[in-house]
């Protein structure tokens, strides 16, 4: 029904610069809140950034000054930019994305879905 698709990961060095994009498409209504989430080998996934439906933004603390996410709700897409990059960014982001569909029981049940990862490496 619905697919989020992730681009613009890679390797970069430290304090160098990525932009990742998460590009939703399918049976799509309306997306509410949208989101990157990350997990670094061992470690439980988090959430980095979220943005509503508003432009309302929320950052992990370890991430507020080096992070901006931003969204074109007219192509379905909701961005990162991440600066100043250092080793301990490196792992696996995520999208996540509360989207209601032609197949959600109401406009009030929106369903989550989750992009497929795309790894972010930081090493010199």
């Known amino acids: 029904q619905v697919q989020l698709v992730e681009s613009g990961g890679g390797l970069v060095q430290p304090g160098g610069s990525l932009r990742l994009s998460c590009a939703a498409s399918g049976s799509i209504v309306s997306i509410n809140h949208m989101a990157w989430y990350r997990q670094a080998p061992g470690k439980e996934r988090e959430l980095v950034a979220a943005i509503s439906i508003t432009g309302t933004r929320n950052y992990a603390d370890s991430v507020r000054s080096q992070f901006t996410i931003s969204r074109d709700n007219a192509k379905n897409t909701v961005y990162q930019q991440m600066n100043s990059l250092k080793p301990e960014d490196a792992a696996v982001y995520y999208c996540?994305?509360?989207?209601?569909?032609?197949?959600?029981?109401?406009?009030?049940?929106?369903?989550?879905?989750w992009g497929q990862g795309t790894q972010v490496t930081v090493s010199s």
């Open positions: 996540n994305a509360e989207i209601v569909t032609y197949y959600s029981p109401s406009y009030d049940s929106p369903d989550d879905y």
